[in-house]
Structures are given as C-alpha cells and as structure tokens.
C-alpha cells in the first residue's frame, strides 16, 4: 500500500468513514475540508503521478521593469525589514512599523487609507485603476519574549528586563514579519513600475495587516468587507525552506478565559478564592482531553497571563489564553466547546466566577493548485535565494546552539507536491478567511536556517541579517512575477479563478466572529492618530472597554466551634 493510499485511509476515518468511501461522501462529512483536502482527488491529482507543469509563467518587457526595480532599491527595501525589527511592536500596537511601510508605499504613488476594519494600525494603499485587482499582504508584528540580538549565532537577548524574581526578555521578530511586510510590500511597488512604465490596465493594492501573530486583523477586516472586489491575492511568509504550496491550514479560535475570587495572605488561605486556582484546574482539566477527545488534527495551548505578583497573596484575579485548532470550523467548534466545558467546571471546582471573552476566529486555509503552480514556475526560473558562506556559518552557529542538524540553508528549491492527504493539524493563519474570498497563492521562503521552528530567537537573529535580506528579495520577486503573470496573461487569471469556483461550490464561507463583537484593541499614541488622520475610539468601539473587578466575597472558613478544654 502506497504512502498515499495509508494518509487517505487515515483521513477518512478522521472523517468517521472507511477506507471504501468516495471523495464526495468525504466532502459531504465536512464540506470546508473536502473543498481543500478532497477536491485533488476528486480531480486525479495524487502524489504519486502529478508532476509540476512548465511554461506558464512568461518573459516580458512588464516582467523585467519589475524585477529590475527590486534589485535596484534592494537597500532601501532591506533598509525599511531591519527598521521595523528594530520597533519590534507587538500585535495591535504596531505604530511605527505600519507607518514606515505605509511611508514607502506613498512615496511611490500609492493611496493609502488608514483605520481597515476598524483597526487603526490597519491600512488599505492603492495604486492604479481598471484591470485586474491584485492584493498583496503586508504584515509587521513582533511576538513577546523574543528579543535577540541580530546575526548572533547564540541566544543573547536584544532587550533584557531584569526582575530579582522573574527576568523576562523584550519583543522580537521571531515569525520575521519584518521580511514578510518589506517584502510584500516592495513586490507591489514592483508591480506598480510595471504597470506605470508598460501602460497596463491594472489595480495593486497592499493590505498592511495588524495583529496577525494572534490570528485578529483580517478576520475582523474580511468580515466587514476589506478584501472584496480583488481578482487575486499574492501572500508569502518566512520559513525555513523555499516552495510554493497549496495546503490547507487549521482553523482557530482564541480566547480568554478569567477566573474572579477573593484575594487573602497565602499564609492563613483558608476562605480565600484563588483565580489562578481556577486557571490551573482549567489547564488540568484540559489535558486529560488529550487522550481521548482530541483528533490527530486538534491542538489547544495556552498561556497564564496574570497568575498573581507574590506568593503570599491569594490571586483574585487570573486570566489564562487559548488557542483552540481543528481542521475545519465544525470540527473547531466541538473541541472548542470541550474547553470551555473545562472552564465552566474549573470555576465551579475553585468557587471562583468565570468571565468567558471571545478574541478571534479564522478558517483553515483554501489552498489553489494552479496559483501554486503558476507561483512554483516563477520561483524556479528567478531562482532561490543565494547566501553567501557568511550567511551558512551563521546559520550552523544557530542550528549549534539549538541542538539541531548543521546543515546551513537550503540551496534550491523545495519541488512542488499535492498536499498531504492525511491532514494532521499545525500552524493558524488569518490569511485562511482571504482565501475563501478571492484566488490566493501563497509561498514560503527561506529567511531562517533550516530545523529553527518559527517563534524562535534564531529566527529574530537571521531577520534582520543578510539572511533575511536574500529572502526577502526573492519573496518580493517570486510575488511580482506571478503578479505580472495575472495581470499580462489573462487566461491564467481566469485559470485561477475557474479553480477557486471549483472548490468553493457548495460551501458557504460564514464569519466565525460573532455579529457585534468588538475586537482587541489598544489606544494609539496621539502623534500616531494626527500622523494618520484618525480620531479615537473608531466608529463603533465602545472605550473605554468595561473594567473586569472581582466583587466576590470570600468563601466560609467554617463553623464557629467552641474553645477546647
């Protein structure tokens, strides 16, 4: 039995379905995974027999205007990635880096608007008119407790926070979406020269994205209809190896679970209600799910996030963060629905009062096989990225100190293949609710040493170093050229949407966000608002958000009893 026969057999009885079930009973179970999953089998397309096709992506005068104009501003492109690794902002409050990526578009002819979907470090900028529309992702967030200095083979913290009781590291770009938001921006401007020089009808627009490392920004935005009227969407994202792809991703969802008592000296804990009694028993009870109510395609992990400052003062308050995976919104939602059993019954067990917050949701991703292929073409004849032997002996200091394989960066492309059809969960991303949107096609491109996970110091060292910058170039490029691609051969445009029809039929994308919620938000810097234009809270934003106060009384110590004597 081929390895192809045994992870199709393994998905359908994910799906509760024998070995002997046809596609369309598969996408019948769950017609979301079916759309990604079944739909290349449906269609013939198997590991064992596709093979890449050739000749799709063409030379051209638009094409060549394009590519020429990021390797000349290569500098000024590299220069505006190791700025915004330098703000390291976290979601939600990049100010200084989303204004610095706007900068760059505007002083190419771009429109920008700022404030999309109600975020204010969220902006839509536009360039040209008529023609195809073609979207490009901008993205330029940092994770907490990444800090790293840049090019250091070893972990040595940029930014150290000294506490006698609790050291902590400062923000960094540990996912580089520093890379990814120069990049993504640069290949838009190359594709703007193109139209400008070459007198294309065509539309470019750059969605700079906020809050993407917690699965937020374009949830919110696609549902209140950022994304639409585009024709197709360029994406790419920093990675460990360079390929084009058309996997699926999990669907997410992310909230906050706080557990309110009543605080008291540790020393004399009878009676008091400890909050992080609640988020610890919640944690507890999660894990022996494991076992037996998740699916191979299921995660959740979590994170404490005010679990008390001192031993001996009974916490009234603690909050604990979720993030819930599954392959599809239907399986989400029954293990979503396990976790907050795990709450309810965690704030019984502890008397404590629970407040349930809902933050985030987005689908798993809709992948398209010709956009991939069409992607794979122009990377195969651009060609990868080339790192010097500086570039490698960096590299294997990271991969030394991580206890991984010194093999160095990858040299050459990662051949394109059909997605694994055993589906076995991993990585979110809201790009997912675009893609049911509109065509998008998506690559990976080596930024960091190969074996380094994302969210890790390595990756914040390389961001920022000449490992980064050669990324970053061939991403930029790689999105340019299929751009040029869409916009110059209009059959493969209408390839690329015929296909999206394809999997999309049947199936109706539906928001995960609930009518009415308010997003995670933060207050901007008042240089920030008259930089932008913009007045807080926006329209609709209630602000100051409602304070979270325990008003719980504390719990019986018991009945009084008489002295003994």
């Known amino acids: 039995m081929s390895d192809y026969e045994i992870g199709r ?98 002083k190419y002819g771009f429109t920008v608007q700022w404030g999309a979907g109600g975020f204010p ?31 250091s083979g070893s972990h040595d913290p940029l930014v150290y926070n000294y506490d006698a009781y609790g050291p902590t590291y400062g923000a960094g770009h540990g996912d580089a979406h520093n890379t990814l938001g120069a990049g993504g921006a640069a290949a838009a401007i190359a594709v703007s020269q193109a139209i400008r020089a070459q007198g294309l009808k065509a539309t470019v627009k750059v969605f700079g994205t906020t809050g993407e490392e917690q699965l937020v920004g374009k949830p919110y935005m696609v549902k209140a209809g950022v994304y639409d009227g585009l024709d197709a969407f360029m994406d790419w994202h920093p990675f460990g190896a360079t390929l084009a792809f058309w996997n699926t991703t999990s669907a997410l969802t992310s909230a906050t679970f706080t557990f309110l008592g009543a605080a008291g000296h540790g020393a004399t804990p009878l009676g008091n209600r400890s909050g992080l009694d609640g988020a610890l028993l919640m944690a507890t009870m999660s894990e022996y799910l494991r076992e037996k109510n998740v699916a191979p395609s299921g995660r959740f992990h979590y994170a404490v996030i005010n679990g008390g400052g001192a031993p001996n003062v009974t916490p009234d308050m603690c909050s604990i963060w979720f993030f819930v995976r599954e392959g599809s919104p239907a399986r989400l939602k029954v293990l979503y629905d396990k976790i907050v059993a795990c709450a309810q019954a965690a704030a ?62 990858p040299t050459g492309l990662v051949p394109l293949t059909p997605p694994n059809p055993n589906f076995g969960g991993g990585i979110s991303t809201d790009t997912a609710d675009v893609s049911w949107h509109v065509p998008t096609a998506s690559a990976l491109v080596a930024t960091f040493p190969a074996g380094v996970p994302n969210h890790n110091w390595g990756v914040t060292s390389t961001a920022a170093s000449s490992i980064g910058h050669q990324g970053l170039l061939s991403a930029a490029r790689y999105l340019a050229a299929t751009a040029v691609d869409l916009i110059t051969q209009p059959d493969l445009l209408s390839q690329f949407k015929a296909e999206f029809q394809a999997r999309t039929a ?60």
């Open 506 to 565: 049947g199936v109706q994308w539906q928001s995960l966000i609930p009518d009415g919620q308010q997003p995670p938000l933060y207050e901007p810097p008042a240089d920030f608002l008259a930089a932008t234009g913009q007045h807080w809270p926006p329209a609709g934003v209630t602000w100051p958000v409602p304070e979270v106060v325990s008003l719980e009384q504390l719990g019986s110590v018991g009945p009084d009893l008489p002295p003994v004597t």
């Open 348 to 409: 019984q067990a502890s008397q404590t009062r629970l407040i349930h917050k809902f933050h985030s949701a987005t689908w798993n991703s809709l992948g398209n096989k010709f956009g991939a292929e069409l992607m794979n073409d122009n990377m195969t004849r651009i060609g990868p990225p080339v790192f010097t032997e500086a570039d490698q002996t960096l590299a294997k200091a990271v991969q030394h100190a991580l206890g991984k394989p010194e093999v160095g960066l």
């Open 121 to 151: 470090a969220a902006f839509v900028a536009t360039y040209g008119s008529g023609g195809p529309v073609i979207g490009f992702n901008a993205e330029y967030d940092a994770l907490p407790g990444l800090s790293q200095k840049a090019g």
């Open 9 to 106: 057999r393994r998905l359908l009885r994910g799906f509760g379905l024998t070995a002997a079930a046809s596609t369309a009973m598969m996408a019948a179970a769950d017609p979301v995974l079916g759309a990604t999953l079944a739909h290349d089998e449906r269609v013939g397309v198997t590991p064992a027999t596709y093979q890449a096709p050739t000749g799709l992506a063409k030379d051209g005068d638009a094409k060549s205007t394009a590519l020429a104009w990021i390797s000349a501003h290569a500098d000024e492109i590299t220069g505006l990635s190791d700025r915004i690794w330098q703000y390291a902002e976290l979601s939600l409050r990049e100010w200084q880096s989303s204004l610095a990526v706007a900068a760059l578009l505007t």
